[in-house]
């Protein structure tokens, strides 16, 4: 570096320090860092493990957001059958939890088989009130595990 700057640059920063003093900026006047606590990841579910050990958790709060796991419907039946008892099980989550079926921001709904759709939608229609959340739906190759038609999941606001 040419030590003919030195000077003038410490002339410069003087300066410039100066005026922030003057304006009330810089870094005395530097807002502290935001005191709110950062937040935590918390199991609020169940921790679904095998014999080797935890695998996942049923629902999980993060912040203002709660996201619950897949549920599925293990019994004999229709697609609609199916899709009803798979809502009323999220629906019994997020209650649970201090969340609603309105306060849903996002779903995920696997198929067994892709021609289920307008059926899954038939009982699906209205069940997060004036206000759906986005959602996907994608049919699953191979099935749904556990021989469910439907697996729903979902992600919805606490507060």
């Known amino acids: 570096m040419d030590n ?3 000077p003038r640059r410490k002339a410069f920063k003087k300066i410039g320090l100066s005026l922030a003093a003057l304006f009330g900026v ?3 006047s530097a807002k502290p860092a935001d005191s709110k606590p950062k937040p935590e990841k918390r199991v609020v579910g169940e921790v679904i493990a095998d014999e080797q050990g935890p695998l996942f958790s ?3 709060a993060y912040g203002n957001l709660l996201f619950i796991a897949g549920k599925g419907a293990h019994f004999e039946g229709d697609i609609k059958a199916h899709t009803d008892h ?3 099980e ?3 989550e997020l ?3 201090g969340s609603s079926m309105e306060k849903v921001l996002k779903v995920n709904v696997y198929l067994h ?3 289920d759709y307008t059926q899954m939608n038939e009982v699906y229609r209205g069940r997060f009130g004036e206000n759906p959340p986005v ?13 469910s038609l439907v697996e729903i999941d979902c992600i919805a606001a606490l507060e």
Do not use: C, F, M
Request: no cysteine; charged share 20%.
């Open 86 to 88: 798979v809502l009323k």
């Open 4 to 6: 003919n700057h030195t």
């Open 58 to 60: 049923s629902a999980i």
């Open 90 to 92: 999220l629906e019994k």
């Open 113 to 115: 088989d892709l021609a």
């Open 95 to 97: 209650v649970k939890n």
């Open 26 to 28: 810089g870094v005395a």
């Open 135 to 147: 959602r996907t739906t994608v049919a699953t190759y191979g099935g749904v595990p556990g021989d």
